[in-house]
């Protein structure tokens, strides 16, 4: 079975922060991914990665980056935390194909921004 | 921009009874179309997809409709069970990307 683990399942981080959400896949895949849910819009997709050092914007980047030094690990970075950011933090997997492969996610990190 | 539709954010249905949960979408190009189930406090769990060469998938009592012409997609729940009760979220893959568009998820609650 797949395992993607996220480090938190509950943050609270003060506005001015950098933060740092990681993620932590088992199953050897290449693609992973970070999206933020928000109450009516659904999942968002912040960045992905398609490789290691590799990373691609996704719909919604502006204040966050992404780091992938490792093909297992792919952290989200908040570089000055403000309190929109507040949300829930999806991670996900998958394998390299470019579509039929469904994505496996992590059960979230809850982030509060005060 | 809204790719995926979800139109109803919550749906209740009889134990026993069918459940109908719909999503529309607007691009052509989506080749590949996913369910999501997400449980409170839990993140999304695959449940069952189609490609676009089909319009129908069954895995035991999920059934996925896919109506390339209307660009819509349903899936059934038959029987519906308590434990079904979650939010779905449609996804629908862009031929020859690596991401999925996610739409805003239905409620579901399933009533004993």
């Known amino acids: 079975d797949v395992k993607v683990t996220q480090s938190s399942r509950y943050l609270v981080k003060r506005t001015g922060e950098k933060v740092f959400l990681e993620c932590v896949q088992d199953?050897?895949?290449?693609?992973m991914f970070w999206y933020r849910q928000d109450p009516g819009l659904g999942l968002r997709l912040i960045y992905f990665?398609?490789?290691?050092?590799?990373?691609e914007k996704g719909d919604i980047p502006e204040g966050y980056s992404v780091s992938r030094e490792k093909k297992e690990r792919f952290s989200l970075i908040l570089e000055s935390a403000s309190t929109n950011q507040t949300s829930m933090y999806l991670c996900?997997?998958?394998?390299?194909?470019?579509?039929?492969?469904?994505?496996?996610f992590g059960d979230g990190t809850r982030l509060s921004i005060l | 921009d809204q790719q995926v539709k979800q139109n109803s954010p919550s749906l209740s249905v009889q134990e026993g009874r069918i459940s109908i949960l719909n999503c529309d979408y607007t691009?052509?190009?989506?080749?590949?179309f996913l369910w999501y189930k997400k449980y409170p406090a839990e993140g999304p769990t695959f449940l069952i997809s189609?490609?676009?060469?089909?319009d129908k998938n069954e895995d035991g009592r999920f059934t996925v409709f896919l109506n390339k012409s209307a660009k819509h997609l349903s899936l059934h729940i038959v029987p519906s069970q308590p434990g079904d009760s979650a939010v779905y979220f449609c996804?629908?893959?862009?031929?020859?990307?690596?991401?999925?568009?996610f739409g805003t998820g239905t409620r579901l609650k399933v009533l004993a």
């Open positions: 189609i490609s676009s060469i089909k």
């Open positions: 990665s398609y490789d290691v050092k590799m990373k």
């Open positions: 691009n052509s190009m989506f080749d590949y």
């Open positions: 996900a997997s998958s394998f390299p194909t470019a579509s039929n492969q469904p994505q496996h």
């Open positions: 996804a629908a893959s862009d031929r020859g990307t690596y991401k999925y568009i």
């Open positions: 199953m050897d895949h290449e693609n």
